[in-house]
């Protein structure tokens, strides 16, 4: 999601909710750090506390109570984005609370623990905790220029769910063209020059006829263009980067007639579609391959953290 100034509101929301806690914080554990004094209900207890523990007060336990709701809440987008159908607030709606009310989980977290790491446990959270909330930040920052870095570097954009079956028709492609020129091939012996085994940046001759010319196009595209489009490839490729691709796309024309020029182009169109096709595969992995690390232990973290909970209500 891109942050605009839709997202002030909530920004001055989590701003003044942290600012709040953290008068209460500061008038329950070091009342005499505040210029004035700040009078607490009678059941938050005595102020500073006679334990020594910050999580087990009644304060506290508000905080953190308050970030386990929060990760309920986040753990439910996931959810909610299935059901669009439901009439519980927009995604958009939800992904902005989801942002920045987890945002507001960062000083609820360290207002509960004191700013300290306590003990096994706390720390196993905290370590969690710490993992899920970078991933997050690094998502969210992913998403700020991402989109339109590929928008800027991919021309033929190909919606995601269709690139298996659009990699298909540019592989059956070239091999109906393979087909149509094996027949032309037939007709004579092997070409002597290839595309393959010329050098990068060498002058080639003018294939002498249509034939020849055919032998050369079928081996191009045996040994570059067959085996690039396939889904998975075994080496590495000269097609794989744009102006080796370039250089090579010229050889081959000056190695066959004019009559293949059509087909070359043909064929140099498709090889540019698949360069793209992987292009955006590797942005979009980067767009949401984050989300590997923070759903799993975002889901470890809510799992611990209820425990967490169980246990400080049975010790208590």
């Known amino acids: 999601m891109i942050l605009n100034r839709s997202h002030f509101p909530w920004a001055l929301f989590v701003l003044f909710v942290t600012a709040v806690c953290a008068v209460l914080y500061a008038a329950n554990f070091h009342p005499d750090s505040l210029p004035v004094k700040v009078v607490l209900p009678s059941w938050f207890g005595p102020t500073p506390p006679v334990r020594n523990t910050y999580g087990g007060t009644p304060l506290g336990l ?28 927009s995604v958009q709606l939800w992904l902005k609370a989801h942002i920045w009310l987890t945002i507001l989980t960062v000083p609820l ?46 021309t ?113 169109q498709w090889c540019d579609d698949r360069r793209q096709i992987d292009w955006q595969l590797r942005l979009h992995h980067w767009l949401h391959g984050w989300l590997i690390i923070h759903v799993p232990f975002s889901f470890a973290l809510l799992v611990l953290t209820f425990w967490h909970a169980y246990i400080t209500v049975i010790y208590l």
Request: proline share 5%.
């Open 62 to 89: 508000i905080f953190g109570t308050l970030a386990l709701a929060i990760f309920v809440f986040a753990s439910a987008l996931g959810i909610r984005k299935k059901r669009r159908v439901w009439k519980i607030g």
């Open 109 to 154: 977290v360290l207002l509960h623990c004191g700013f300290r790491h306590g003990g096994p446990m706390p720390t196993v959270l905290l370590f969690l905790y710490g993992i899920v909330m970078v991933s997050g930040f690094f998502g969210l920052g992913l998403q700020q220029f991402m989109p339109r870095f590929m928008s800027a570097t991919i």
């Open 156 to 268: 033929r954009e190909v919606v995601y769910e269709q690139i298996p079956r659009v990699k298909e028709s540019l592989l059956a492609s070239a091999e109906s063209l393979r087909k149509e020129v094996g027949i032309a091939a037939q007709r004579t012996e092997p070409a002597t020059v290839s595309v393959g085994a010329l050098p990068h940046g060498a002058a080639a001759a003018p294939a002498q006829s249509e034939d020849a010319g055919a032998q050369v196009l079928l081996q191009f595209l045996d040994d570059e263009c067959l085996p690039y489009l396939k889904p998975h490839r075994s080496k590495k490729s000269r097609l794989e980067e744009e102006k080796s691709a370039v250089n090579v796309f010229r050889l081959l024309k000056l190695n066959v007639s004019q009559n293949f020029w059509g087909k070359v182009d043909e064929i140099q």
